[in-house]
């Protein structure tokens, strides 16, 4: 059986790109007479008050989704994470990097939030002396050592997707400086936990993805299959940002009911040819990934009425 779930940080509002997510990941399961899970990815706390998730979880029941089985959240989940982390320090495949951000990305000013520069490998071959004395000054992150090894896969939307773990990606964080557990981790140990079979996200995690198809092997998972929504612009072709006020949810809620917006949403994909509103339960018999467009999604102009 299928099992999708929908994973969103809440570490703003939720927006059109992601409730495209939501509603795609909702009727692949749907349709295909799976189960549909809710988690809330709020691993890095402070990123995440409690507040935003409230109001996520509003923003979706507004929509009209509905979830099976009881919601996960990151948050609660530590101890299934740690024990992740020991069965992987018990292979001898995690070592502790004492590297700051600004030794890792000296071009980088501070705060500008992780990039997917491949980590050189600087702390790969510390002797535990030389860990031992640099933990004196500094706590380390935790990364997983990675092999020179090519992970491929067949994305249901993005077609052949190829990496090599060690040249494109390098040793990953899976636990922060500050004791947070990496989004990798967490995201592996609850997709394996929660026996999901089917991933449907946006496709800023595409390069993620071989990562996790790795530690799922490590960790004794099955992969799971995935589809990677194109991005979602606006009606000039330009990428949704949060500072479009225009287009958050609190601003579209006072112009358009949630069946018109996922009317809209069902149109700006390709699932239907007009627009008009429409309810999720509408769309599960008419779904169809072959209709999914694969290159970027642009809504139509929302700064009026009803398109
Ligand atoms: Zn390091």
Redesign the pocket.
């Known amino acids: 059986m299928v099992v999708g779930r929908f994973a969103p940080t809440p570490s703003g509002r939720l927006h059109l790109g992601n409730l495209l997510c939501a509603m795609l990941a909702w009727l692949s399961a749907r349709s295909g007479g799976g189960r549909i899970l809710l988690r809330i990815e709020d691993v890095d706390t402070p990123r995440c008050p409690d507040r935003n998730t409230r109001l996520c979880l509003e923003d979706l029941r507004w929509f009209g989704f509905s979830w099976d089985g009881p919601i996960l959240r990151q948050s609660e989940r530590t101890p299934e994470y740690e024990n992740a982390l020991a069965e992987l320090q018990a292979h001898g495949l995690v070592y502790p990097?004492?590297?700051t951000r600004a030794e890792l990305h000296p071009e980088l000013a501070p705060n500008l939030g992780d990039t997917q520069t491949v980590?050189p490998g600087?702390?790969r071959n510390l002797t535990p002396t030389e860990a031992a004395s640099k933990a004196l000054i500094r706590s380390p992150a935790l990364?997983l050592r990675v092999p020179d090894e090519t992970v491929s896969f067949e994305d249901r939307l993005q077609g052949s997707v190829c990496e090599n773990l060690r040249r494109d990606c390098g040793d990953f964080v899976i636990r922060r400086s500050d004791g947070l557990f990496g989004y990798q981790l967490a995201c592996v140990v609850d997709d394996i936990a929660s026996g999901v079979t089917e991933v449907v996200r946006g496709r800023d995690i595409l390069s993620a993805t071989p990562r996790q198809i790795y530690l799922t092997g490590l960790l004794g998972g099955t992969t799971p299959s995935y589809a990677h929504i194109p991005l979602l612009t606006d009606a000039q072709g330009r990428r949704l940002a949060k500072r479009d006020h225009d287009l958050d949810l609190t601003a579209l809620s006072r112009r358009y009911t949630a069946q018109d917006l996922i009317g809209i949403l069902a149109f700006s994909c390709g699932l239907r040819d007009r627009i008009c509103p429409a309810s999720l339960e509408e769309l599960v018999p008419e779904f169809d990934w072959d209709r999914v467009r694969r290159d970027d999604i642009r809504l139509p102009d929302l700064t009026g009425g009803m398109p």
């Open positions: 990097c004492f590297c980590y600087t702390c990364r």
